[in-house]
T-cell receptor, first 112, second 117 residues
Framework: AQTVTQSQPEMSVQEAETVTLSCTYD???????LFWYKQPPSRQMILVIR??????QNATENRFSVNFQKAAKSFSLKISDSQLGDTAMYFC?????????FGKGTRLSVIA | EAGVAQSPRYKIIEKRQSVAFWCNPI?????LYWYQQILGQGPKLLIQ????????DSQLPKDRFSAERLKGVDSTLKIQPAKLEDSAVYLC???????????????FGEGSRLTVL
């Protein structure tokens, strides 16, 4: 069964600084998809970024980028120039031949 | 484009009572999911529908939980009788690309928060 592990329950970062959230996963398949979702307080979950496992190039979306290490089964999220609006729970998720499997999340606080 | 709609947003019930949650996915989305998110944890899949058929309900506690998606559009999740450990946020999500696998993005509703006393 797939498992997704986020080892940082909480993190904080100063506004305009850079922060990296860690995620490891365990799948036996070669083709799969990885996602980072953001869940602001009392608001709906939205997709931040996704990575196809067959692509070697790391995905980037504006201030958000990933470091995808397939051999190590690692998928970290880097947020550059952190903004107050980035304060949220961040969930790493794996989609192999099943629906999304989520990690337990990392609560990120951006401090002014 | 309208997003995934869920109701009610909040519900408080006594244990052993019943409750129902409703979800209307994004128009044209064939696949609908119900997730349970307990405080401090990531969402856990309860059931996945493709059109009006069940694709995966392996983690649905069928002795108390039931779900249906009549006509392949909106869906209802019911809990009867509720237990204290059912206190959670119930998230509905939909995706355009049907079936499992593939890069299809899931679009989530705002969730229904259930408190069982």
């Amino acid at each position: 069964a797939q498992t997704v592990t986020q080892s940082q329950p909480e993190m904080s970062v100063q506004e305009a600084e850079t922060v990296t959230l860690s995620c490891t996963y365990d799948t036996s398949e070669n083709n799969y998809y990885l996602f980072w979702y953001k869940q602001p307080p009392s608001r709906q979950m939205i997709l931040v970024i996704r990575q196809e496992a067959y692509k070697q190039q790391n995905a980037t979306e504006n201030r958000f980028s990933v470091n995808f290490q397939k051999a190590a089964k690692s998928f970290s999220l880097k947020i550059s120039d952190s903004q107050l609006g980035d304060t949220a729970m961040y969930f790493c998720a794996d989609r192999t031949n099943t629906p999304l499997v989520f990690g337990k999340g990392t609560r990120l606080s951006v401090i002014a | 484009e309208a997003g995934v709609a869920q109701s009610p947003r909040y519900k408080i019930i006594e244990k052993r009572q019943s409750v129902a949650f409703w979800c209307n996915p994004i128009s044209g989305h064939a696949t609908l999911y119900w997730y349970q998110q307990i405080l401090g944890q990531g969402p856990k899949l309860l059931i996945q529908f493709q059109n009006n058929g069940v694709v995966d309900d392996s983690q649905l506690p069928k002795d108390r939980f039931s779900a249906e998606r009549l006509k392949g559009v909106d869906s209802t999740l019911k809990i009867q009788p509720a237990k204290l450990e059912d206190s959670a946020v119930y998230l509905c999500a939909s995706s355009f690309i049907p079936g499992t696998g593939g890069p299809g993005e899931l679009f989530f509703g705002e969730g229904s928060r259930l408190t069982v006393l």
